[in-house]
Nanobody, 121 residues
Framework: QVQLVESGGGLVQPGGSLRLSCAAS????????MAWYRQAPGKQRELVAL?????????NYADSVKGRFTISRDNAKNTVYLQMNSLTPEDTAVYYC?????????????WGQGTQVTVSS
């Protein structure tokens, strides 16, 4: 009923930038929050950034990306973005979109399929 589709990943040199997009579609009644997670090879999935949708757009970032990454939203498009600047090889991972979305009343947590980000020279 609900799909999250990520785009924007790819290969970038250290110090470069990328912008990821995640569009939610389907039978959406309300989106409560959207977030980006990442998982590097051999590591656990970790929260990168989160933004609330239905209550003011507050944000939260992992310490490792503060000052470099910016999460933003376009409520009209049900889309969240992750602007990533000053990328380092340590940012290499599969990035996943995550969202709490209600189709009727109770929100359900959804995941996208992931998009690969590789930072390498």
């Amino acid at each position: 009923q609900v799909q999250l589709v990520e785009s924007g990943g790819g290969l970038v040199q250290p110090g470069g930038s990328l912008r990821l997009s995640c569009a939610a579609s389907g039978s959406i009644f309300r989106i409560y929050a959207m977030a980006w997670y990442r998982q590097a090879p051999g590591k656990q999935r970790e929260l990168v950034a989160l933004i609330t949708i239905s209550s003011g757009g507050s944000t939260n970032y992992a310490d490792s990306v503060k000052g470099r990454f910016t999460i933003s939203r376009d409520n009209a498009k049900n889309t969240v973005y992750l602007q990533m600047n000053s990328l380092t090889p340590e940012d290499t991972a599969v990035y996943y979109c995550n969202a709490d979305i209600a189709t009727v009343s109770t929100p359900v947590n959804y995941w996208g399929q992931g998009t690969q980000v590789t930072v390498s020279s």
